[in-house]
């Protein structure tokens, strides 16, 4: 029945795919990268440490590439995907994961701050969108996934930057997947909850709901097989911060100053 067809293609058979892991260095994108490779794929290892991608790499097997690159530069985008059609022909999949983090409150914002947060979030991923579609276009195949957050689910203290950033991130993963869904090109929005990474070591609070980068993977890895437009985890968490996206704001900041204990 329609109504049941999965939004994407599903991906399951991992053998031979050309996978293109953006923010592969550390984390949620290394993992990713070492399970992939593990069932079969070619990854090529994007970040901008060379010695990090080099680790990664060396977990994924000879066959994994190592191209270092700076999200916030268009052209750098352009070199690689260049580089890797040279080299694969195509590419099958995208991942678009690379992402920064700064504990922004309202009263600390800075002109830095900002752009480093909206350019590396944002504009790092529009670019690497930019960079792929013409080619997933003209071939009427690809798959695009773009690594959100839960954060962009609704305001949370210590966010003021971060959170706006994914926030678009799902508004423009929704445009792309009606522009691009009719073109036989599928578009994944992951939205992780908390994630025990280089990223969040430096948080102080409480994260609920924490699992490994290893889970992390194996649950994109699982939303990918099932073709889902988005692939969000640890459900027990994830699930609450949907459900509280439909309270009434009074509700909804009442619950988050309870929950964070923000003041
Ligand atoms: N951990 C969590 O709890 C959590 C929760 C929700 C969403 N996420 C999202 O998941 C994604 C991965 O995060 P993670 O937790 O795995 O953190 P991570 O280990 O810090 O990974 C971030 C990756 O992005 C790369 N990166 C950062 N800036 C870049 C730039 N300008 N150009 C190229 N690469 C850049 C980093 O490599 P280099 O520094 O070598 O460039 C690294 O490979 C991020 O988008 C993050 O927002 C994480």
């Not at 073109?183 to 409480?206: D, H, M, Q, W, Y």
């Not at 993977?217 to 985890?233: N, Q």
């Amino acid at each position: 029945m329609v109504f049941f067809k999965p939004l994407n293609k599903p991906l399951r058979d991992w053998r031979g795919q050309r996978v293109w892991i953006v923010g592969a260095s550390t984390g949620i994108g290394a993992a990713l990268a070492r399970q992939v490779a593990a069932q079969g794929a070619l990854v090529a290892l994007s970040a901008r440490s060379r010695e990090r991608l080099g680790e990664t790499a060396a977990a994924c097997g000879e066959a994994a590439l190592i191209e270092p690159m700076d999200v916030t530069r268009a052209a750098d985008y352009a070199r690689v995907r260049d580089s890797l059609v040279a080299r694969w022909g195509e590419i099958d999949l995208v991942v678009l994961n690379a992402g920064t983090y700064g504990a922004e409150r309202a009263w600390e914002l800075t002109d830095a701050g900002i752009r480093t947060t909206l350019e590396t979030n944002l504009v790092g991923v529009m670019n690497g969108v930019g960079a792929v579609t013409p080619l997933f276009c003209e071939r009427g195949a690809g798959a695009i996934a773009i690594v959100g957050s839960v954060a962009g689910y609704g305001g949370l203290p210590r966010s003021a930057v971060y959170g706006p950033s994914k926030a678009a991130l799902i508004n423009f993963a929704e445009s792309l997947y009606l522009d691009l869904g009719p073109r036989g090109i599928s578009v994944f929005l992951v939205s992780p909850g908390f994630v025990a990474t280089p990223l969040t070591e430096r948080n102080k609070f409480r994260m609920p709901a924490l699992i490994s980068a290893e889970q992390a993977a194996a649950a994109i890895v699982a939303g990918f097989a099932r073709g889902k437009f988005e692939i969000h985890f640890p459900k027990r968490f994830t699930c609450v911060l949907r459900a509280m996206r439909w309270l009434p704001r009074r509700t909804y900041f009442a619950l988050v100053r309870r929950l964070t204990g923000a003041q």
